[in-house]
């Protein structure tokens, strides 16, 4: 079966049908990850999107049971050149092309994804529709009208309630803005206790939950479109140390009084090097974002730059004056990606352990 996918600036591409056989509308963008699709597939922050995989061939490993980075995807939509029907690898339990189906994702191969990726890389991300499968003929015409961009993303992906994966350890309150399991298996993996929570959740809740401290998770979308979020985060910088992660990031610089802007592509990929001004060190790191803290909004802020990305000069990094607060734009928990970055959240337990021996000298 075919089936097309058409851009709002009328370009049309014509390809096989894999996955659900019904459309869909969502935002294209592309990742240039060459391994990992399992993970993008799963990872919240695409709610809405039509992710391209600019690597011509995916799925030759399969899906498997470990490395799902949520329970149910968010994803629109997924365009790939080349489909792989029959995976080979141990650890492979179904084709993507069946758990496309079985989540009732669309997508769409034996498409010229260089040529995708070029006009998204020069015009920018914008918003698609991958029409309906059919044996042949012409797309309904009616089918093309195309939705304005999602403003609801976090609202869909954060969790609806409160939950506790035990530990021995600090007590860390995760405010779910649309996490990525990899977050908790690095939490995990340092022994805290962690208890998820709704992004509406009130500085009053969280307060009440006695953290030690505090990790805003990424997600997906403008991070204007959760104005709640900021304020909360406004009231809760000096309770506790305070860790954000991409969008998570992005809040942060708002609470403080920079600013954020969409860009033009954004940056999805997992060799995307980053260079530690602190540490004097590059790293190459795993990212997804469509917007960024716009560098000349840090000045007369309480925000120092940490962090810079080699290729533009974007801010990927921010830390607090006053506060133990600091985030990142890129995903230090990789999965997929290099893990070259993990050394943050032993950065975030020091502050954790420091915060609470000065908490105890005060007292």
Same mark, same amino acid.
């Given at each position: 079966?075919?089936?097309?996918?058409?851009?709002?600036?009328?370009?049309?591409?014509?390809?096989?049908?894999?996955?659900? @056989?019904?459309?869909?509308? =969502?935002?294209?963008?592309?990742? @240039?990850?060459?391994?990992?699709?399992?993970?993008?597939?799963?990872?919240?922050?695409?709610?809405?999107?039509?992710?391209?995989?600019?690597?011509?061939?995916?799925?030759?490993?399969?899906?498997?049971?470990?490395?799902?980075?949520?329970?149910?995807?968010?994803?629109? =939509?997924?365009?790939?050149?080349?489909?792989?029907?029959?995976?080979?690898?141990?650890?492979?339990?179904?084709?993507?092309?069946?758990?496309?189906?079985?989540?009732?994702?669309? =997508?769409?191969?034996?498409?010229?994804?260089?040529?995708?990726?070029?006009?998204?890389?020069?015009?920018?991300?914008?918003?698609?529709?991958?029409?309906?499968?059919?044996?042949?003929?012409?797309?309904?015409?009616?089918?093309?009208?195309?939705?304005?961009?999602?403003?609801?993303?976090?609202?869909?992906?954060?969790?609806?309630?409160?939950?506790?994966?035990?530990?021995?350890?600090?007590?860390?309150?995760?405010?779910?803005?649309?996490?990525?399991?990899?977050?908790?298996?690095?939490?995990?993996?340092?022994?805290? *206790?962690?208890?998820?929570?709704?992004?509406?959740?009130?500085?009053?809740?969280?307060?009440?939950?006695?953290?030690?401290?505090?990790?805003? @998770?990424?997600?997906?979308?403008?991070?204007?479109?959760?104005?709640?979020?900021?304020?909360?985060?406004?009231?809760?910088?000096?309770?506790?140390?305070?860790?954000?992660?991409?969008?998570?990031?992005?809040?942060?610089?708002?609470?403080?009084?920079?600013?954020?802007?969409?860009?033009?592509?954004?940056?999805?990929?997992?060799?995307?090097?980053?260079?530690?001004?602190?540490?004097?060190?590059?790293?190459?790191?795993?990212?997804?974002?469509?917007?960024?803290?716009?560098?000349?909004?840090?000045?007369?802020?309480?925000?120092?730059?940490?962090?810079?990305?080699?290729?533009?000069?974007?801010?990927?990094?921010?830390?607090?004056?006053?506060?133990?607060?600091?985030?990142?734009?890129?995903?230090?928990?990789?999965?997929?990606?290099?893990?070259?970055?993990?050394?943050?959240?032993?950065?975030?337990?020091?502050?954790?352990?420091?915060?609470?021996? *000065?908490?105890?000298?005060?007292?």
């Amino acid at each position: 079966m075919i089936r097309d996918l058409i851009l709002e600036d009328g370009t049309l591409f014509t390809g096989q049908a894999i996955g659900s @056989t019904a459309s869909s509308q =969502g935002e294209v963008v592309f990742n @240039t990850g060459m391994t990992g699709y399992q993970e993008i597939l799963t990872d919240p922050s695409y709610c809405g999107q039509f992710v391209t995989m600019t690597y011509p061939l995916i799925g030759n490993y399969g899906i498997n049971l470990a490395d799902f980075e949520s329970i149910e995807p968010s994803i629109h =939509g997924l365009v790939v050149k080349e489909s792989c029907d029959t995976p080979s690898n141990f650890r492979s339990e179904q084709s993507v092309d069946a758990y496309l189906k079985s989540k009732e994702i669309p =997508g769409i191969a034996e498409i010229d994804t260089r040529s995708l990726t070029k006009i998204i890389r020069k015009h920018g991300t914008m918003r698609a529709i991958l029409t309906e499968a059919r044996e042949e003929g012409d797309v309904d015409e009616n089918a093309l009208d195309f939705a304005p961009f999602m403003t609801d993303q976090v609202e869909r992906v954060s969790t609806k309630n409160p939950y506790v994966v035990p530990g021995r350890g600090h007590r860390v309150v995760v405010i779910d803005y649309g996490m990525k399991h990899g977050i908790l298996r690095d939490l995990t993996e340092r022994l805290c *206790h962690i208890i998820v929570v709704p992004y509406t959740y009130t500085t009053e809740e969280i307060l009440a939950l006695k953290p030690d401290g505090i990790m805003l @998770t990424n997600g997906p979308g403008d991070p204007k479109n959760v104005p709640e979020a900021i304020e909360v985060i406004k009231e809760l910088q000096g309770h506790a140390p305070i860790f954000g992660i991409c969008l998570g990031h992005q809040l942060i610089a708002l609470a403080n009084g920079a600013d954020t802007e969409k860009m033009t592509f954004g940056h999805r990929g997992s060799n995307h090097p980053v260079k530690d001004l602190h540490l004097n060190k590059t790293f190459i790191t795993s990212q997804n974002h469509g917007y960024a803290v716009r560098l000349g909004s840090l000045e007369n802020t309480h925000l120092d730059l940490t962090h810079v990305a080699i290729n533009d000069d974007s801010v990927e990094g921010v830390k607090h004056k006053d506060y133990p607060v600091f985030s990142v734009q890129y995903h230090p928990e990789s999965a997929p990606g290099p893990e070259d970055s993990g050394y943050l959240f032993d950065q975030f337990i020091d502050q954790i352990k420091q915060y609470k021996q *000065h908490s105890k000298e005060a007292k």
